[in-house]
C-alpha cells in the first residue's frame, strides 16, 4: 500500500464515519419532513381530496425554489442558518444542515410522483369504504406505493453521497473533505483514486440494496 | 314484521331531484344528471341502466356520496347523506359496499389483508372477530383457499369476488355494483352474477347495479330504471311484460328477454326429443 494511503488511514475511517452521519441526518430529515410534504402535494393536487390549486401552487413553487440553488450556492448562502442551528458552520453537523434543506424537497417532489403512480380507483375505493384522510394515506398510498418510495430514497441516497462530498469543500468532513484536501490540493492521486472507489462502491451498494427491497416489496 | 306501515313503506334508498353538472376539461359544463328522484325498496335488485354518458354511473356514485349532488337529497336507510358530517358520512359509507369494474383491490395486500380493510378502519375489533369474519366472507364467494395469495396471482372473476367479499364484510344493507362484469368474459360475469343473487337472496342485501349490458339484467334485477341524457325516462319490473315500454332501451330489454325465453324453450325441446331424433 502506498505511504500516502497509509498516512490518511485513521483519517479515513473518521471521514467514513462522518460521510454517514452526514448522509443518516439528510435522508432522516427527507423522510421525516420531505415524505408528509410530498404526500400533502399529492393531495392538494388537481381531483384529490384536498384540492387546493392555490396551496398547491405555493408549496409547489416553494419546493422548485429551493430545489433550483446549485447545491454548492445553498451551502454558502445558508451559512447563518447553520451557525444558528448546529453553533458552527464547519464539521460534518453543520454540513447535515443545507443537505437536510437541499433534501427535502428533493424527496418531496419524488414522494408526491411515486404516489402518483397509484391507480385513482383503489384510492376511490377505500373513500366508499369510509376510510379517513390518514388511513388512506398509510393504508392506501404508502402501502401500494412503497417499492416506488424506496426507490426513490436510492435516488436520493445516492445523489446526497455525492452532495456530501461537496460539503467537503467547506470543510463539512467526509470522503468528499479527504479527496479535496490530499487528492486535490496536494496532488496525491492514490488517495483520490481510492475515494472515488470508495464512492463507487458505496453508490452499487446502495441501489442494489434499494433495487433488492423494493423488488421484495412489490406484489403487483 | 313492522308495525308502522309508513315506515315500511319508506325506500331504503331515496334520490330526490339530485343533479350533478360536471366542468368539461375544455371549460364547457356537462350535466351528467338531472334532477332525477328516484326509490329503491329494500331487499331488490335495482338496475341503472343507459348509454355511455346517460349519468348511470354518477348516479350510483351519489348513493354512497361519492359525487356530492349538485342539488337535492340522498337519503339511505333514512338518513339525509348530504347533511352528514365528514365523520358520520364515513361511519355511514361502512353500511353501503361497492363493487367496480376494475376491482380497485390493493395490489400490495393479500386477499386476507384486502377484505380485512374496512373492518379495520372503525371501531375496535378484535383481531379474532376480524379473522372470522373475513373467512366468513371468503366462504360466500368461495375463496377461502386463495386467503393468503395477492391480487396479481387471481383471475379477474376471482379478483372481483374478492372485492365483493371485502364489501361484504362490514355487513352493508346495501351493495352498490358500478359495471362489475364489463371487464370479465361471459362464463365468469355468470359466475359472478351468481355470486350477486345469492348474496341479495340469502343474506338480504338490497342491490343498486349499473350495467350497460342487457344479459345482466336479464338475469339479476327485479326492477330497473332507464337513464337518457342525463334523465330518467323509464322504470318498470321485469317482470312485468303487460305495461308497454317507451325507451328504447326498455323496448330491446323485452327482446332480449323474448329471444332468452325462446332459446330456452328451444334447448328444452331438444333435450326432449333426445339423441335419437338428432341421429335421424
Same mark, same amino acid.
Given at each position: 500500500?502506498?505511504?500516502?494511503?497509509?498516512?490518511?488511514?485513521?483519517?479515513?475511517?473518521?471521514?467514513?464515519?462522518?460521510?454517514?452521519?452526514?448522509?443518516?441526518?439528510?435522508?432522516?430529515?427527507?423522510?421525516?419532513?420531505?415524505?408528509?410534504?410530498?404526500?400533502?402535494?399529492?393531495?392538494?393536487?388537481?381531483?384529490?381530496?384536498?384540492?387546493?390549486?392555490?396551496?398547491?401552487?405555493?408549496?409547489?413553487?416553494?419546493?422548485?425554489?429551493?430545489?433550483?440553488?446549485?447545491?454548492?450556492?445553498?451551502?454558502?448562502?445558508?451559512?447563518?442558518?447553520?451557525?444558528?442551528?448546529?453553533?458552527?458552520?464547519?464539521?460534518?453537523?453543520?454540513?447535515?444542515?443545507?443537505?437536510?434543506?437541499?433534501?427535502?424537497?428533493?424527496?418531496?417532489?419524488?414522494?408526491?410522483?411515486?404516489?402518483?403512480?397509484?391507480?385513482?380507483?383503489?384510492?376511490?375505493?377505500?373513500?366508499?369504504?369510509?376510510?379517513?384522510?390518514?388511513?388512506?394515506?398509510?393504508?392506501?398510498?404508502?402501502?401500494?406505493?412503497?417499492?416506488?418510495?424506496?426507490?426513490?430514497?436510492?435516488?436520493?441516497?445516492?445523489?446526497?453521497?455525492?452532495?456530501?462530498?461537496?460539503?467537503?469543500?467547506?470543510?463539512?468532513?467526509?470522503?468528499?473533505?479527504?479527496?479535496?484536501?490530499?487528492?486535490?490540493?496536494?496532488?496525491?492521486?492514490?488517495?483520490?483514486?481510492?475515494?472515488?472507489?470508495?464512492?463507487?462502491?458505496?453508490?452499487?451498494?446502495?441501489?442494489?440494496?434499494?433495487?433488492?427491497?423494493?423488488?421484495?416489496?412489490?406484489?403487483? | 314484521?313492522?308495525?308502522?306501515? =309508513?315506515?315500511?313503506?319508506?325506500?331504503?334508498?331515496? %334520490? $330526490?331531484?339530485?343533479?350533478?353538472?360536471?366542468? !368539461?376539461? /375544455? +371549460? *364547457?359544463?356537462?350535466?351528467?344528471?338531472?334532477?332525477?328522484?328516484?326509490?329503491?325498496?329494500?331487499?331488490?335488485?335495482?338496475?341503472?341502466?343507459?348509454?355511455?354518458?346517460?349519468?348511470? =354511473?354518477?348516479?350510483?356514485?351519489?348513493?354512497?356520496? %361519492? $359525487?356530492?349532488?349538485?342539488?337535492?337529497?340522498? !337519503?339511505? /336507510? +333514512? *338518513?339525509?347523506?348530504?347533511?352528514?358530517?365528514?365523520?358520520?358520512?364515513?361511519?355511514?359509507?361502512?353500511?353501503?359496499?361497492?363493487?367496480?369494474?376494475?376491482?380497485?383491490?390493493?395490489?400490495?395486500?393479500?386477499?386476507?389483508?384486502?377484505?380485512?380493510?374496512?373492518?379495520?378502519?372503525?371501531?375496535?375489533?378484535?383481531?379474532?372477530?376480524?379473522?372470522?369474519?373475513?373467512?366468513?366472507?371468503?366462504?360466500?364467494?368461495?375463496?377461502?383457499?386463495?386467503?393468503?395469495?395477492?391480487?396479481?396471482?387471481?383471475?379477474?372473476?376471482?379478483?372481483?369476488?374478492?372485492?365483493?367479499?371485502?364489501?361484504?364484510?362490514?355487513?352493508?344493507?346495501?351493495?352498490?355494483?358500478?359495471?362489475?362484469?364489463?371487464?370479465?368474459?361471459?362464463?365468469?360475469?355468470?359466475?359472478?352474477?351468481?355470486?350477486?343473487?345469492?348474496?341479495?337472496?340469502?343474506?338480504?342485501?338490497?342491490?343498486?347495479?349499473?350495467?350497460?349490458?342487457?344479459?345482466?339484467?336479464?338475469?339479476?334485477?327485479?326492477?330497473?330504471?332507464?337513464?337518457?341524457?342525463?334523465?330518467?325516462?323509464?322504470?318498470?319490473?321485469?317482470?312485468?311484460?303487460?305495461?308497454?315500454?317507451?325507451?328504447?332501451?326498455?323496448?330491446?330489454?323485452?327482446?332480449?328477454?323474448?329471444?332468452?325465453?325462446?332459446?330456452?324453450?328451444?334447448?328444452?325441446?331438444?333435450?326432449?326429443?333426445?339423441?335419437?331424433?338428432?341421429?335421424?
Amino acid at each position: 500500500m502506498s505511504e500516502n494511503i497509509l498516512a490518511i488511514l485513521p483519517e479515513l475511517w473518521v471521514a467514513i464515519g462522518q460521510t454517514f452521519l452526514m448522509l443518516g441526518i439528510g435522508l432522516s430529515a427527507a423522510i421525516l419532513v420531505g415524505g408528509p410534504l410530498g404526500v400533502l402535494l399529492f393531495l392538494l393536487g388537481p381531483g384529490q381530496s384536498l384540492d387546493n390549486r392555490p396551496a398547491y401552487l405555493v408549496l409547489s413553487w416553494i419546493v422548485n425554489t429551493v430545489r433550483s440553488f446549485p447545491f454548492i450556492i445553498l451551502l454558502v448562502a445558508l451559512v447563518p442558518v447553520t451557525r444558528v442551528i448546529a453553533g458552527t458552520s464547519i464539521g460534518p453537523l453543520a454540513a447535515s444542515v443545507p443537505l437536510s434543506v437541499a433534501a427535502i424537497p428533493y424527496f418531496a417532489r419524488l414522494v408526491e410522483q411515486s404516489i402518483r403512480e397509484v391507480p385513482r380507483g383503489v384510492i376511490e375505493a377505500a373513500h366508499a369504504m369510509g376510510a379517513s384522510e390518514l388511513q388512506i394515506v398509510w393504508r392506501v398510498l404508502v402501502r401500494e406505493a412503497r417499492s416506488g418510495l424506496i426507490l426513490a430514497l436510492t435516488v436520493l441516497a445516492v445523489s446526497f453521497l455525492s452532495y456530501s462530498a461537496i460539503a467537503g469543500v467547506v470543510g463539512g468532513g467526509g470522503i468528499g473533505d479527504l479527496a479535496i484536501r490530499y487528492g486535490y490540493y496536494r496532488f496525491q492521486t492514490d488517495v483520490m483514486l481510492l475515494t472515488v472507489a470508495l464512492l463507487i462502491v458505496l453508490v452499487q451498494i446502495i441501489q442494489f440494496g434499494g433495487n433488492a427491497l423494493a423488488h421484495r416489496l412489490d406484489r403487483r | 314484521m313492522n308495525s308502522n306501515p =309508513s315506515l315500511s313503506a319508506s325506500p331504503l334508498i331515496r %334520490l $330526490e331531484a339530485v343533479s350533478k353538472t360536471f366542468t !368539461l376539461p /375544455d +371549460g *364547457r359544463a356537462f350535466e351528467a344528471v338531472k334532477s332525477v328522484s328516484l326509490d329503491m325498496a329494500e331487499g331488490r335488485v335495482f338496475g341503472l341502466i343507459g348509454k355511455s354518458g346517460a349519468g348511470k =354511473s354518477t348516479l350510483l356514485r351519489m348513493i354512497n356520496l %361519492l $359525487e356530492r349532488p349538485d342539488a337535492g337529497r340522498v !337519503l339511505v /336507510d +333514512g *338518513r339525509d347523506l348530504t347533511r352528514l358530517s365528514k365523520r358520520e358520512l364515513r361511519e355511514t359509507r361502512q353500511g353501503i359496499g361497492m363493487i367496480f369494474q376494475q376491482f380497485n383491490l390493493l395490489q400490495n395486500a393479500s386477499v386476507y389483508e384486502n377484505v380485512a380493510f374496512p373492518l379495520k378502519l372503525h371501531g375496535n375489533r378484535g383481531r379474532a372477530a376480524i379473522e372470522a369474519r373475513v373467512r366468513e366472507c371468503l366462504e360466500v364467494v368461495g375463496l377461502t383457499e386463495k386467503i393468503h395469495n395477492y391480487p396479481a396471482q387471481l383471475s379477474g372473476g376471482q379478483k372481483q369476488r374478492v372485492a365483493i367479499a371485502r364489501a361484504l364484510a362490514p355487513h352493508p344493507k346495501v351493495l352498490l355494483c358500478d359495471e362489475p362484469t364489463s371487464a370479465l368474459d361471459t362464463e365468469t360475469t355468470r359466475s359472478v352474477l351468481d355470486t350477486l343473487r345469492e348474496i341479495n337472496q340469502r343474506l338480504g342485501v338490497t342491490i343498486v347495479i349499473v350495467t350497460h349490458e342487457l344479459s345482466v339484467v336479464h338475469a339479476l334485477c327485479d326492477h330497473v330504471a332507464v337513464l337518457e341524457n342525463g334523465q330518467l325516462v323509464e322504470r318498470f319490473d321485469v317482470d312485468d311484460h303487460a305495461t308497454p315500454r317507451v325507451s328504447t332501451l326498455g323496448r330491446e330489454l323485452a327482446q332480449e328477454q323474448v329471444r332468452e325465453d325462446i332459446l330456452k324453450e328451444h334447448a328444452a325441446r331438444i333435450e326432449a326429443a333426445g339423441p335419437t331424433s338428432q341421429a335421424a
